[in-house]
């Protein structure tokens, strides 16, 4: 009986080692899998949500910005008269700078056929102001949106621009659906 | 005397003022807001002299509809393609009438025999109670047929997908295509970047097309060739401006144009000439909207506009 006693004590030890280590080992990789699914949601900016403020270029921790302007070309009508790219009211649509939507130069247009031209983003020149998406906006198509570019983002533990953006655009996405083009989805 | 508490009570104020005073700091509220460097003014394009707003919004009516998507006015009635439902209500706003749909309806219109609907890539006719009396071949993959006209036995579809208008004789027989070229070797035709293209004819049986691209009224023969234009490329409220207008546009029983423009919404009238006339709703009538109204007059010249995002008929009257 003692014996048994002895052996049932001794199990029970060896038992509850393993059940404490069992334990360990699944909370460990739980908690492994926890924080790497914390990593895996990344900022975005929900461009039915955003209002083009100006403050994704002055507020992001990064210097440019690293929010830029991204053309949604299913959306685009590759318009002859680009209201994101002319100033509201241009009288002849010639390229010189004063003419120009973007303080830096960073779309280009490129002739497709006639009438049609192409609108393309330089990323290194774009501050992520947002004025060529208002205009795109306010007088076009819409295909012109600001998208935090994952490529420079240093996906802050909190965004700053998210904490300053006035409309709320901000928000976490889950990382393999990192980006919010509009023709992708439609405004909920 | 324990000054513990007195203490902890002080330490506990002064957090909380901290905490007050940095919340205030980093809130959101507009004066906290610095001056946007990169601000683009738009508001000064929007705003209208009111002594040129010369109608009155007299009605609205209410639509039992999810996505309503074209509006007619004849017979005294209004005719509403939505959702696949026809519905056809008296002008003040009582259902008569409600007929299912083979599909969902892209555009419409009726004359005194017979309604047409626009379903995209084919059209198809209606009796006036709303039994189908012919569907018509669909046109192909690139079809998107955004408005319809008829005048005598010829009906005009204008297709935004592949920028063209369709030629119909009314009981569906199919007479030709045209791409609005104004010679053979024009480098282009109706240039159209959103699926706003819109055909009507005046009171004069003369067939009109918005050129959206160009920002143009055109006007062209029935056997598609084109005949004059007018347009008026200004932010202003004087002309269109954008990509894509004007969106909509009818006519009232003189002859002059109404037209409705998309994203800066606002609806006016043009005199036959192609000069502005008046301002039937400046854009403060549509403060969230983006996508510009349909349009259907009455022989009084009362306006109606279909408002797709509030879901609602409004009826524009002269002051
Ligand atoms: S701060 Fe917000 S509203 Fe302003 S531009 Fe950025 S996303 Fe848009
Ligand atoms: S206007 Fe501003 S957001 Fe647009 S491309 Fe230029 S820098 Fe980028
Ligand atoms: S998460 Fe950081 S780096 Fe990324 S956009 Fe926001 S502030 Fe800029």
Redesign the interface.
């Known amino acids: 009986m003692a014996d048994d006693k002895k052996l049932n004590r001794r199990d029970f030890i060896q038992n509850s080692m393993r059940t404490t280590l069992g334990i360990a080992v699944v909370g460990l990789g739980g908690l492994s899998m926890l924080r790497s699914k914390g990593e895996n949601w990344v900022w975005q900016i929900d461009p039915f949500k955003c209002t083009?403020?100006?403050?994704c270029?002055?507020s992001c921790v990064m210097t440019p910005s690293a929010v830029k302007c991204v053309n949604a070309y299913d959306l685009c009508?590759?318009?002859?008269?680009?209201?994101g790219y002319f100033k509201?009211?241009v009288k002849d649509l010639n390229t010189g700078a004063e003419n120009l939507?973007c303080?830096t130069s960073a779309i280009v247009r490129k002739f497709i056929e006639?009438?049609y031209f192409q609108f393309d983003i330089v990323e290194k020149l774009c501050i992520g102001?947002?004025?060529c998406v208002?205009?795109c906006?306010?007088?076009?198509?819409?295909s012109f949106i600001l998208q935090i570019r994952h490529d420079r983002c240093k996906n802050c533990n909190e965004c700053a621009i998210a904490?300053?953006?006035?409309s709320d655009a901000i928000k976490r996405v889950p990382a393999n659906t990192p980006y919010m083009i509009k023709s992708d989805f439609i405004r909920k | 005397m324990n000054k513990r508490p007195i203490i902890i009570f002080l330490l506990l104020m002064a957090a909380i003022i901290v905490f007050v005073i940095y919340k205030d700091l980093?809130s959101?509220r507009?004066e906290n807001?610095?001056v946007?460097?990169?601000?683009?003014d738009?508001v000064k394009?929007k705003s209208v002299d009111s002594a040129m707003v010369r109608y009155k919004e007299a009605q609205v009516i209410s639509l039992n509809t999810r996505a309503p998507r074209g509006l007619a006015y004849a017979n005294r009635k209004l005719y509403i393609a939505s959702d696949s439902l026809l519905q056809v209500i008296t002008v003040d706003g009582k259902e008569v009438n409600r007929a299912k749909l083979p599909a969902s309806p892209s555009c419409i219109t009726v004359t005194d025999q017979s309604i047409f609907i626009g379903f995209n890539d084919f059209i198809a006719a209606f009796d006036l109670n709303g039994k189908m009396t012919g569907r018509w071949k669909p046109l192909g993959k690139k079809t998107l047929i955004t408005s319809l006209a008829v005048k005598d036995n010829l009906l005009f579809a204008a297709d935004a997908g592949s920028r063209k208008v369709h030629r119909y004789s009314t009981d569906g027989k199919y007479l030709g295509v045209f791409d609005g070229k104004s010679a053979k070797d024009s480098?282009?035709g109706f240039?159209i970047?959103?699926p706003y293209f819109d055909v009507a004819f005046n009171h004069d049986g003369e067939l009109w097309i918005a050129n959206t691209?160009k920002?143009a009224l055109e006007q062209y023969y029935d056997n598609g060739t084109f005949r004059t234009f007018w347009s008026n490329?200004?932010?202003?409220i004087e002309g269109f401006?954008?990509?894509?207008n004007p969106a909509h546009f009818t006519f009232l029983p003189d002859g002059s144009f109404v037209t409705s423009e998309k994203?800066?919404v606002r609806i006016k009238v043009y005199k036959p000439s192609g000069a502005l006339d008046c301002v039937v709703a400046p854009s403060e009538k549509f403060p969230n909207e983006?996508l510009a109204p349909a349009l259907a007059t009455t022989p009084e010249g009362d306006i109606y506009a279909l408002d797709f995002q509030k879901k609602e008929i409004r009826l524009f009257q002269h002051k």
Request: charged fraction near 20%.
């Open positions: 083009w403020c100006g403050r270029a002055t009508g590759y318009c002859d008269l680009c209201t509201n009211g939507v303080p006639e009438p102001c947002g004025k208002k205009g906006t306010q007088f076009g198509n819409g904490r300053m953006c006035p | 980093i959101k507009p807001r610095s946007n460097p990169y601000e683009y738009v394009y480098k282009h240039i970047p959103s691209g920002r490329d200004e932010v202003g401006w954008g990509c894509c994203n800066n983006e």
